[in-house]
């Protein structure tokens, strides 16, 4: 950020929010985002508000954009990011959900119309992101939601609060520990999937590392709901998986000895495998 915070005080408005569209390297929707949310506004009314800017606010729209600068995610600064039709609450103990993501949320509309009363159980729901979306496009559906932490269980009930949704459940557990007996038609998790040692994380480092790594190469939680799964799927119900890139050929061959069939792998718009679904049918012992 180059404007020093002494200069300020001899600025109008205008010149302020000029000099910050010049003089820095982040997009001009990102200073917007910033500047709105240091004045409570949404964007649309941002040039009918932005004309009187307090200097205290121009020393916090500065503060915000030099933690932008030093890499803090923007979600992280407004403490808002959109996911498919809703803009959801986040913060520092919450992955901030990716638009990758949605292509579970696809899948699952692809796949069930809007009388769909079925069950859903969402695994590590983190914001809510997935269940939230699809308990608003379903709103017969029966949905479970669960994280083992209890700040992404208060952030996910937030946003559910916000969008009214009342044919949801969340609530903490350790993946299936306090899910008891209960059978669903649809598991769906996006664990985390990212090996300790990667070299990516390093670029991650404002996100909570509970929501992104995983022991066996990054494969352990994974393989883990892959396995406890087959207990809580209804017959013929199906599993859908996010993972990492190159991950794909083991998860499959993990479903592929744990008996599910119809195992596939969708890859995301950029043509990366990204989601693996699978269907499992409940042995007949007699
Ligand atoms: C990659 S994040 C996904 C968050 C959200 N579903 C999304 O797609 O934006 C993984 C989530 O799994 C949760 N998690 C990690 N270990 C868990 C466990 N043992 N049981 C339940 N949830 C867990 C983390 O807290 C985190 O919210």
Redesign the pocket.
């Known amino acids: 950020m180059i404007i020093p915070a002494f200069f300020i005080a001899d600025m109008s408005t205008t010149e302020f929010i000029k000099s910050l569209y010049q003089n820095n390297d982040l997009a001009k929707r990102e200073i917007d985002l910033i500047i709105c949310h240091v004045l409570g506004i949404n964007t649309a009314a941002l040039f009918i508000y932005a004309k009187d800017i307090s200097q205290s606010q121009q020393h916090n729209i500065l503060n915000f954009i030099q933690q932008r600068n030093d890499g803090k995610p923007l979600a992280y600064i407004t403490g808002f990011k959109e996911?498919w039709t809703l803009n959801l609450k986040v913060n520092q103990?919450?992955?901030?959900?990716?638009p990758e993501?949605e292509q579970?949320v696809e899948l699952m509309l692809q796949w069930t119309d809007n009388k769909f009363t079925g069950t859903l159980l969402?695994?590590?729901?983190?914001?809510?992101?997935?269940?939230l979306s699809i308990a608003q496009q379903r709103p017969n559906a029966k949905i479970t939601a669960?994280?083992?932490?209890h700040e992404?269980i208060k952030v996910a009930q937030y946003n559910q609060h916000k969008y009214s949704l009342t044919n949801i459940n969340i609530f903490?557990?350790?993946?299936f520990?306090s899910i008891g007996n209960d059978k669903f038609n649809y598991i769906i998790?996006?664990?985390?999937?990212i090996a300790e040692n990667n070299k990516h994380l390093k670029h991650l480092k404002h996100e909570?590392v509970?929501?992104?790594i995983?022991q066996e190469n990054g494969l352990a939680?994974l393989f883990?709901i892959i396995q406890q799964a087959k207990k809580h799927l209804n017959n013929h119900g199906t599993i859908l998986l996010?993972h990492g890139f190159n991950q794909h050929k083991e998860i499959q061959e993990y479903l592929n000895q744990n008996c599910y069939y119809n195992i596939k792998t969708h890859k995301d718009l950029a043509g990366i495998s990204r989601i693996t679904t699978a269907q499992y049918e409940i042995p007949n012992l007699n």
């Open positions: 996911f103990y919450t992955l901030i959900p990716r993501t579970i969402d695994l590590g729901t983190g914001t809510g992101a997935i269940a669960t994280d083992i932490s992404c903490q557990s350790n993946w520990e998790s996006n664990p985390p999937y909570p509970t929501a992104l995983a939680d883990h996010e």
